[in-house]
């Protein structure tokens, strides 16, 4: 199988790149990213990979088949200030849509916090309709594809050559049945970790959450991972009867990355709980989605 070309933008630290990359239909020719650290981790799993580091001026000469970006959420998180997608930093969704444009790939997947919803998911399919694009989008949540995190993000998916009429790209008529939502409140009441596995075995664990307040709530899932939690107590672990905070590497693995994904880079203990991104487990799903969806255009 011919594998789909990537541009990877405001890459983080590479896990659109490495979900999609998961599904053997997807390979990573291209990022862009500006922060320096996140530049030493992609060039540590991505060494022969070019990494562009302003999304305004990136000039790659090749054949592009999706472009793929979680673009900056601070304008638009419930945790900003709000300014919404014409804010300084998630107002750079029009470098987003100007790139789409420019190289014309067959897909581009936009990823971004649930808030988009109400604060300019309108103008982002307004834009793709405008240079040619057909798209459809959905919520998905972390909790669902396997790690113990709730972690809800929009994933849009705009298609060059339009969406046939009877086309499910994201399944929604398989996620909508009865089975399906019984199988969903199983997962929700069955959460047990153990990071020295991964995931699945059932020993005592649990993150105990604060939110606002020297309270403290015991739940088998954590809270949403943000890049504030280095100086925070948000995710706690009980462990041998006593608590301790989610360490950086224990992070990685509720994104779905290997635990020592940034480990030998000198990076601060500030930089590596930058992990605020998607999750990969869940781009992997959507990398699926869009290979089977491809396959069924080309057959």
Known sequence: MTKLKLLDLFSGIGGFSLGLERTGGFETVAFCEIEVFCQKVLKKHWPDVPIYEDVRT?????????????????????AGKGA????????????????????QPK????????????RGLEVVLQDIAEIG????WTML???????????????????????PINADIF???????????????TIEKSFAWDFTQ???????FAFFT???????????LSSTLAKRDYKSYTDLVVEGGYIRRVTPQERMSLQGFPSDWMEDLGLTNQQQFTCNGMSTTVVENVGEMITEFDRTCNA
Not at 107 to 118: P, Q, R
Not at 171 to 185: G, I, L, P, V, Y
Not at 211 to 220: K, L, M
Request: include cysteine.
């Open 58 to 78: 990136i000039d790659y000469d090749e054949t592009i088949d999706v472009i793929c970006g979680g673009f900056p959420c601070q304008d638009i998180s419930i």
């Open 84 to 103: 919404g997608i014409k804010g300084e930093k998630s107002g750079l969704w029009k470098e987003f849509k100007r790139n789409i444009s420019k190289y």
């Open 107 to 118: 897909y581009a997947i936009i990823e971004n916090v649930s808030a988009l919803c109400g």
């Open 133 to 136: 694009y057909d798209a459809t």
């Open 141 to 163: 949540d972390t909790k669902y594809s396997g790690k113990p995190q709730r972690r809800r993000r929009v994933y849009i998916l705009a298609v060059r050559d339009g969406v």
């Open 171 to 185: 399944r929604f008529a398989e996620r909508s049945t009865n089975k399906h939502k019984q199988e969903m409140a």
């Open 198 to 204: 991964g995931a699945g075995k059932r020993k005592p």
């Open 210 to 220: 604060r939110q606002r307040s020297d309270q403290f709530a015991c739940t088998g």
